[in-house]
Structure formats: C-alpha cells, structure tokens
Nanobody
C-alpha cells in the first residue's frame, strides 16, 4: 500500500485545515488507518485513528473535540479535519495504515506510512 498525505500549510491560530491521505496498491477497505504527528525535537505522537469501517474512532486528548478523522472507502482516501488550530499543533503530520481492521494508537502497529505533510500554526 502506498499512502500520500496532502493538505498541510501555514495557517493562523483558530483556523481550520483538512488533511487528506490517498491510498493505492491494496485493499484499502480492510485496513485501519491513523494520523500521527511529529513536532520539531519531539517524538512522533498519535493523533487519531479509525477502524476499516470508519464507525469507531479514537483521538488523542490534545485534539479531542477539535479534530475529526474520517474515511471514504469509495475513494480510498482518509481525512483529518482540524478546527480551532493552535500553535502547539504545528508538526509534520503522517498518515498510516494497519493491516488489521481495528484501530490502534501505537505507531509500531502500523505497517505503512505516508511521507508527511507540514502543518504550521502561527500565533
């Protein structure tokens, strides 16, 4: 599976942004998917994940209520809608795929990774 993340950019605090992750090469619908991020000088951290069906989602506490993860299996694409962005959301955002229908917040449990897209939130 190849994953291509896009949609990052420079925004101001309070703005919204939507990231996309396009998948190709395998049966996207059987994979759980997730978003992770890595800020400069910090470890990669979990942001959000969802099951293959999209019906079950989980979020990091830091983004809960502001970010929404979703997927469109007809388009082999996953999304991350980010609202009320804060400067601390600044990071490279990575999408990831897991060869399992159940979502996970552990980066080590994902088998495929996109190249990352940079989100910069100015204050």
């Amino acid at each position: 599976v190849q994953l291509q993340a896009s949609g990052g950019g420079l925004v101001q605090a309070g703005d919204s942004l939507r990231l996309s992750c396009a998948a190709s090469g395998d049966t996207f619908t059987s994979y759980a998917m997730g978003w992770f991020r890595q800020a400069p000088g910090k470890e990669r951290e979990f942001v959000a994940a969802l099951r293959w069906s999209g019906r079950t989602t989980n979020y990091a506490d830091s983004v809960k209520g502001r970010f929404t993860i979703s997927r469109d299996n007809t388009k082999n694409t996953m999304y991350l809608q980010m609202n009320s962005l804060k400067p601390e959301d600044t990071a490279v955002y990575y999408c990831a795929g897991r060869k399992d229908p159940y979502a996970s917040s552990w980066a080590s449990e994902y088998h495929y990774w996109g190249q990352g897209t940079l989100v910069t939130v100015s204050s």
